[in-house]
């Protein structure tokens, strides 16, 4: 069965908890309640200032910048994004996103199954 549906019509989760985590929501758009066996797909919206944790795992993932401007930060340094760019993170790879704009930034981000928690 194909699968349909609008993101902004999601429940969107605050994130946030003032520390390693700041003016963030995350979506799951698609995941074992749309029937996927394999990855999780999901939509972050970092506010103005607002940044994930900075971190590493055992998975990759990847990500595709809707909108806004934001920065990818790693262990070998920064990486600026804007709409359009796409972030390949490799297994244990330390990073972090960061809003750089006064604008949202949105994202895609797709993973394991295994990684959403």
């Known amino acids: 069965m194909i699968v349909v549906g609008r993101a902004h019509e999601l429940p969107a989760a605050d994130i ?10 995350k979506r799951v758009l698609i995941g074992p309640q749309q029937g996927a066996p ?6 972050f919206t970092l506010g103005e200032g607002g940044f994930s944790p900075y971190h590493t795992h ?3 993932h990847e990500a595709f910048v809707l909108s806004g401007e934001g920065i ?14 796409f972030i390949f993170v ?6 972090q996103f960061l809003n750089s704009g006064k604008e949202a930034f949105e ?3 797709i993973i394991p199954k295994s990684g959403e928690g």
Do not use: Q
């Not at 394999?38 to 939509?43: A, E, G, S, V």
């Not at 990818?72 to 760019?85: C, I, L, N, P, T």
């Open 58 to 60: 055992p998975w990759e």
């Open 38 to 43: 394999n990855f999780i797909m999901r939509m």
């Open 72 to 85: 990818v930060k790693g262990a070998e340094g920064e990486k600026h994004v804007s709409a359009g760019d």
């Open 107 to 109: 994202f895609l981000c």
């Open 90 to 95: 490799p297994p244990n790879e330390e990073h």
């Open 16 to 25: 946030s908890d003032g520390k390693t985590v700041t003016n963030t929501v």
